[in-house]
Structure formats: structure tokens, C-alpha cells
Nanobody, 116 residues
Framework: QVQLVESGGGLVQPGGSLRLSCAAS????????MGWYRQAPGKQREWVAS???????NHADSVKGRFTTSRDNAKNTVYLQMNSLKPEDTAVYYC??????????WGQGTQVTVSS
């Protein structure tokens, strides 16, 4: 079993920055894809970014150039650095782990609110 715990959310003004963390624990396979998703009120959950075990990253067009994803394998932690935040980035951000065997795990989410 795998547990994912997100942290780092909060209230920030437009143009500000936040760094989210996702700490994984439990039986973690060696090959996984870690992803960040978000869900705004009244909207469907959407993919934001992914990072593979080798460190390759991908970001949604809406955040490209503003968000970066990284991982610390020694700490089993992935990060989402969010810069130049906009009000439309307001959402609950979720961490996801997808294994080669097709299993998927979700964290409990962390609220990000961008407002003046």
C-alpha cells in the first residue's frame, strides 16, 4: 500500500509563488509516474504536471513556463514549484502516483487560493 501526503498549499496574492510537496510512503515501486492534478470549484479534476522516475517532466499548457516539477528520490518526495500564480490557479491540488502495473494512488489534496 502507498500513502501520499501533500503539503504547502495556502493563500497567496496574484503573481506570488508557492511550492507544493508530496511525500510518498509505503511499498513504492521503483518505476512510477508522479503527477499533479487540480480541481477548481464546480470543475472537473485536470492534469497539471507529471514527472517520471528518470526525471522527465511534462506540464499542461496552462502552467507551462510558470510551474516546474521536481523529485527527490532519496526522500520519496515530489515538488511542484508554482510561480506567477493567477486567480485561475485556485484549486485543490492533488498528488497522484501511477505504477507500471496500472495501480493508482491519490493524496488527500491541498488547497491553493490565489487572491488579493
Amino acid at each position: 500500500q502507498v500513502q501520499l501526503v501533500e503539503s504547502g498549499g495556502g493563500l497567496v496574492q496574484p503573481g506570488g509563488s508557492l511550492r507544493l510537496s508530496c511525500a510518498a510512503s509505503g511499498s513504492i515501486p521503483s518505476t512510477v509516474i508522479m503527477g499533479w492534478y487540480r480541481q477548481a470549484p464546480g470543475k472537473q479534476r485536470e492534469w497539471v504536471a507529471s514527472i517520471t522516475s528518470s526525471g522527465s517532466t511534462n506540464h499542461a499548457d496552462s502552467v507551462k513556463g510558470r510551474f516546474t516539477t521536481s523529485r527527490d528520490n532519496a526522500k520519496n518526495t515530489v515538488y511542484l514549484q508554482m510561480n506567477s500564480l493567477k486567480p485561475e490557479d485556485t484549486a485543490v491540488y492533488y498528488c497522484n502516483m501511477r505504477t507500471a502495473g496500472g495501480s493508482g494512488y491519490w493524496g488527500q489534496g491541498t488547497q491553493v487560493t490565489v487572491s488579493s
